[in-house]
C-alpha cells in the first residue's frame, strides 16, 4: 500500500530555514502536494506538483523533490507559519491519494 | 465565488446510517473531482476518496473501500459520503475538497462536518 512517511515535528527560530520532509515510494514517479493547517481551520494547498506555488501563497515557501524524498521549505519562517503540513501524493497508478501523517512545525 | 457548503453537525448511535452532504456553487460542478477527507479527533488527514460528477467515476483509498459510498448528483451540485452501519470509529470530521482541475491540488474545501457516534 501506498504510505508517506513524514516527522512528528520540527523546530525553527523565527526567520531561520524551516525543512520537512516526506518520504514514500511512489514520489519516485508522482508529484508531492503540501497543505498547511492552522488549529480549528481547513487545510490550504501552500505547494503543488513538487514545487510550484498557489496564488495567494508567500514566497519564502518552495518545494523540492530527490527521489522518493519531498521537501518543503519555508524560508525565513514568520510566526504565522506554526501550523501542522501534510505531504500527499497520488499511489504509484494514479488511482487514489494519500496523505502523510503530519508535521507539526514549532516556531522559537 | 467558489464554495462548498456542507451539511450540520451529525451526533448518531453505533449501527446507524448516515448521509451527509456538500453542496457546490460557483464553478461548473460536474467538471470537477470532489473528495472526502477524514480527520479524526486530534489526528492526522486522511484522503478517503473522489467522484468525478459528469460520469459518477469514484476512486476510494483502499482504507475506506468498502466502509463508506461517495456519490453525487449533478443536477443538484450535491456531493455525498454516506454509512450504513456507522461505528464509534468514525466519530470525526470530514471534509469535501475541490481538486483543481489543472493543477490537480486541492484548492477549495468545505468547512467540514463533525460526525459524533456514541452510544
Known amino acids: 500500500s501506498h504510505e508517506l512517511a513524514q516527522p512528528p515535528s520540527v523546530s525553527v527560530f523565527l526567520g531561520q530555514t524551516a525543512r520537512i520532509t516526506c518520504s514514500g515510494d511512489?514520489?519516485?514517479?508522482?508529484?508531492a502536494y503540501w497543505y498547511q493547517q492552522r488549529p480549528g481551520q481547513a487545510p490550504v494547498a501552500v505547494i503543488f506538483?513538487?514545487?510550484e506555488r498557489p496564488s495567494g501563497i508567500p514566497e519564502r515557501f518552495s518545494g523540492a523533490d530527490s527521489g522518493s524524498t519531498a521537501t518543503l521549505i519555508i524560508n525565513g519562517v514568520q510566526a504565522e507559519d506554526e501550523a501542522d503540513y501534510y505531504c500527499?501524493?497520488?499511489?504509484?497508478?494514479?488511482?487514489?491519494?494519500?496523505f502523510g501523517g503530519g508535521t507539526k512545525l514549532t516556531v522559537l | 465565488e467558489v464554495q462548498l457548503v456542507q451539511s450540520g453537525a451529525e451526533v448518531k448511535k453505533p449501527g446507524e446510517s448516515l448521509k451527509i452532504s456538500c453542496y457546490a456553487s460557483?464553478?461548473?460542478?460536474?467538471?470537477?473531482?470532489l473528495g472526502w477527507v477524514r480527520q479524526m479527533p486530534g489526528k492526522g488527514l486522511e484522503w478517503m476518496g473522489f467522484?468525478?460528477?459528469?460520469?459518477?467515476?469514484?476512486r476510494y483509498s483502499p482504507s475506506f473501500q468498502g466502509q463508506v459510498i461517495i456519490s453525487a448528483d449533478k443536477s443538484i451540485n450535491t456531493a455525498y459520503l454516506q454509512w450504513t452501519s456507522l461505528k464509534a470509529t468514525d466519530t470525526a470530521m470530514y471534509y469535501c475538497?475541490?481538486?483543481?482541475?489543472?493543477?490537480?491540488?486541492?484548492?477549495?474545501w468545505g468547512r467540514g462536518t463533525a460526525v459524533t457516534v456514541s452510544p
Open positions: 475538497a475541490r481538486r483543481d482541475r489543472d493543477r490537480h491540488y486541492i484548492d477549495v
Open positions: 460557483g464553478y461548473s460542478f460536474p467538471t470537477y473531482w
Open positions: 467522484i468525478y460528477p459528469s460520469d459518477s467515476d469514484t
Open positions: 511512489a514520489l519516485s514517479t508522482q508529484y
Open positions: 506538483k513538487n514545487n
Open positions: 500527499q501524493s497520488p499511489d504509484a497508478t494514479g488511482t487514489y491519494r494519500v
